[in-house]
Every structure is written in structure tokens, then in C-alpha cells.
């Protein structure tokens, strides 16, 4: 089971830019879909951004889309979250995923 550990995560102003990085264990490269979800305090945990390795295509939920950006180095098997022009509805814990796994989870804190 391949293993998924995020950085990136920490506190950022409304308006400003954090990336977050997810590795994984395993050839980047051999892992067909890899998302980004995130979990608000109290809420539920909802999808943010999915990679798929064929035909390297990119879906967004309607709250992120045109301000995050999913994209992934192979080379350095490394997965990335991109987000800009963020808000504090953005705030809560960020986490990567494949269809197996999941990581543990970075913070992000959006203050307004």
C-alpha cells in the first residue's frame, strides 16, 4: 500500500498563496488518479482536485477551480496543490490521496 505523506500546510492571509506537496512511496508515475480533498472543523470531508495520470487530466470542485492547481512531478514523485487568491472558507486540513491511501493531513489556516 503505497504511503502518502503532505507538507506544505501553515497560516497565510486572505489573498495570499500556499503549495502543498504530497510524496508518495511509490512510483508517482504508476498511480493512475491522485486527488487533493480537505476537511473544515466540523464539516465533512469534500474533494478539492483530482490528477489522472492517462491523458493528464485535471478536475476541480466548483469552489476551488481557478484558484488552485493540481499537478504532479513525476520525477520527484511528488504531487502538488497550488492555491492561490485564497479565502478563509479554505481554511481546514488538507489531505492527498490515491485510490488506496490516504496521508495524514496538512494544515491550512486562512486568516481574514
Known amino acids: 500500500q503505497v504511503q502518502l505523506v503532505e507538507s506544505g500546510g501553515g497560516l497565510v492571509q486572505a489573498g495570499g498563496s500556499l503549495t502543498l506537496s504530497c510524496v508518495t512511496s511509490?512510483?508517482?508515475?504508476?498511480?493512475?488518479?491522485m486527488a487533493w480533498f480537505r476537511q473544515a472543523p466540523g464539516k465533512e470531508r469534500e474533494f478539492v482536485a483530482r490528477?489522472?495520470?492517462?491523458?493528464?487530466?485535471?478536475d476541480y470542485s466548483d469552489s476551488v477551480k481557478g484558484r488552485f492547481t493540481i499537478s504532479r512531478d513525476n520525477a520527484k514523485n511528488t504531487l502538488y496543490l497550488q492555491m492561490n487568491s485564497l479565502k478563509s472558507e479554505d481554511t481546514g486540513i488538507y489531505y492527498c490521496?490515491?485510490?488506496?491511501?490516504w496521508g495524514q493531513g496538512t494544515q491550512v489556516t486562512v486568516s481574514s
Open positions: 490521496a490515491s485510490r488506496s491511501s
Open positions: 511509490e512510483p508517482i508515475a504508476s498511480i493512475g488518479v
Open positions: 490528477f489522472r495520470q492517462f491523458g493528464k487530466k485535471t
